[in-house]
C-alpha cells in the first residue's frame, strides 16, 4: 500500500525557516518524480515544486523559487522541502504527492500545517 | 500562462441527483493530461479522474470524466451521500495547475 507521511509543520516567525520531510512506503521511492503541493486556508491547491527521481531536475512555481529548495534522499524513501524566508502567504497545509510517469499526481500524503505568523 | 475555471463555485443539490462539474480551461489543454480530485474536509484530495475520462482505480462508475480542448466535465450520475465534498481539476505534465473547485453540497 503506497504511504506518504508529512512531518515537519509548525508555527514559524514572517522570515524564519522550516524544513519539512514525507516519508513514502509501499512503492519504489527512486522511481518516481516527487512533488509538494500546498493549500491555503480555505482556499483551493496550489503545485509548489516537483523534483525528478534522482534529484537532478527540480522546478518550483514563481512565488517560491529562491526560497523554498526540493530535495530527496532515495536511500531513506524521503522527500523534504526546505522553506526559507518565510511569508504570511505562505501558511498553508502542505502535501507531498507521488508523480506518475505522466506527471499525474496518483498518491497524496495527509498533509502538514505551516502557519507563518508573529 | 493557462487558467482553469471551474463551475459553479457551489453546486446545492440532493442524494440521487445528478451533478455536471464544468472546468473550463483559457487555452487549449492535452485531454491526456486532465484530472479530477475529490477533496473531503480535513483530507487530502483523491484522484477520480484521469486523461480527461479514464477513472483511478477503485473509483464507482457513477463518475465519469469528458471533453477536450478548453472544455471539461465531470459528471456524477446519482449522487452518494459520501460525494458531498469538493472537486478540482488539475491540468498535469510539466506545468501543474489547479482549478479553483467546485463545492458539492447537499440541498
Known amino acids: 500500500e503506497v504511504q506518504l507521511v508529512e512531518s515537519g509543520g509548525g508555527l514559524v516567525q514572517p522570515g524564519g525557516s522550516l524544513r519539512l520531510s514525507c516519508a513514502a512506503s509501499g512503492f519504489t521511492f527512486s522511481s518516481y518524480w516527487m512533488s509538494w503541493v500546498r493549500q491555503a486556508p480555505g482556499k483551493g491547491l496550489e503545485w509548489v515544486a516537483n523534483i525528478k527521481q534522482d534529484g537532478s531536475e527540480k522546478y518550483y512555481v514563481d512565488s517560491v523559487k529562491g526560497r523554498f529548495t526540493i530535495s530527496r534522499d532515495n536511500a531513506k524513501n524521503s522527500l523534504y522541502l526546505q522553506m526559507n524566508s518565510l511569508r504570511a502567504e505562505d501558511t498553508a497545509v502542505y502535501y507531498c504527492a507521488r508523480v506518475d510517469y505522466t506527471r499525474l499526481f496518483d498518491y497524496w500524503g495527509q498533509g502538514t500545517l505551516v502557519t507563518v505568523s508573529s | 500562462e493557462i487558467v482553469l475555471t471551474q463551475s459553479p463555485g457551489t453546486l446545492s443539490l440532493s442524494p440521487g441527483e445528478r451533478a455536471t462539474l464544468s472546468c473550463r480551461a483559457s487555452?487549449?489543454?492535452?485531454?491526456?493530461?486532465l484530472a479530477w480530485y475529490q477533496q473531503k474536509p480535513g483530507q487530502a484530495p483523491r484522484l477520480l479522474i484521469y486523461g480527461a475520462s479514464s477513472r483511478a482505480t477503485g473509483i464507482p462508475d457513477r463518475f465519469s470524466g469528458s471533453g477536450s480542448g478548453t472544455d471539461f466535465t465531470l459528471t456524477i450520475s446519482r449522487l452518494e451521500p459520501e460525494d458531498f465534498a469538493v472537486y478540482y481539476c488539475q491540468q498535469y505534465g510539466s506545468s501543474p495547475l489547479f482549478g479553483g473547485g467546485t463545492k458539492v453540497e447537499i440541498k
Open positions: 487555452q487549449s489543454v492535452s485531454s491526456s493530461y
